[in-house]
């Protein structure tokens, strides 16, 4: 199975979200089938076929979230990284600003699923095969 060594080489290619479709399938290719990131500390339970799972430490210091969800200023800013206007670690603190508290990619469906702490689906965007 993958490595965390193996995802942080495939994660130190992205420099924006503009990158983020190239590092989907690296990390595919891995055989990644799904992962969550977690706003608060930054680190990813990553899953692979056969009940596999590895996590990542801790990739920034604790943020605090949001106590409530601002849905279309997150949408905003979103679109504002997917088009590299924002560095991931701008990205991460709007996230906690606004409200997220996690994400999770399942690569089999190609979505990309953002919830607030009380789990409900804030947004659910499919995963280009290419920048646009």
Same mark, same amino acid.
């Given at each position: 199975?993958?490595?965390?060594?193996?995802?942080?080489?495939?994660?130190?290619?992205?420099?924006?979200? #503009?990158?983020?479709?190239?590092?989907i399938r690296d990390i595919k290719k891995l !055989?990644? $089938?799904? *992962?969550?990131? &977690?706003? +608060?500390?930054?680190?990813?339970?990553?899953?692979?076929?056969?009940?596999?799972?590895?996590?990542?430490?801790?990739?920034?210091?604790?943020?605090?979230?949001?106590?409530?969800?601002? #849905?279309?200023?997150?949408?905003?800013?979103?679109?504002?990284?997917?088009? !590299?206007? $924002?560095? *991931?670690?701008? &990205?991460? +603190?709007?996230?906690?600003?606004?409200?997220?508290?996690?994400?999770?990619?399942?690569?089999?469906?190609?979505?990309?699923?953002?919830?607030?702490?009380?789990?409900?689906?804030?947004?659910?965007?499919?995963?280009?095969?290419?920048?646009?």
């Amino acid at each position: 199975m993958f490595t965390i060594a193996q995802l942080n080489a495939a994660h130190s290619r992205v420099k924006s979200g #503009a990158d983020f479709p190239a590092y989907i399938r690296d990390i595919k290719k891995l !055989g990644v $089938t799904a *992962y969550d990131v &977690f706003v +608060a500390d930054g680190h990813s339970d990553y899953y692979g076929d056969n009940h596999f799972k590895t996590s990542s430490a801790a990739s920034h210091e604790p943020l605090i979230l949001g106590r409530t969800v601002d #849905a279309e200023q997150f949408k905003k800013a979103l679109k504002e990284h997917q088009q !590299g206007k $924002t560095d *991931y670690a701008t &990205f991460i +603190a709007m996230c906690a600003t606004c409200g997220i508290e996690k994400w999770t990619v399942f690569l089999d469906k190609m979505t990309c699923a953002y919830y607030d702490a009380a789990g409900n689906e804030i947004l659910v965007e499919e995963i280009p095969l290419e920048r646009k």
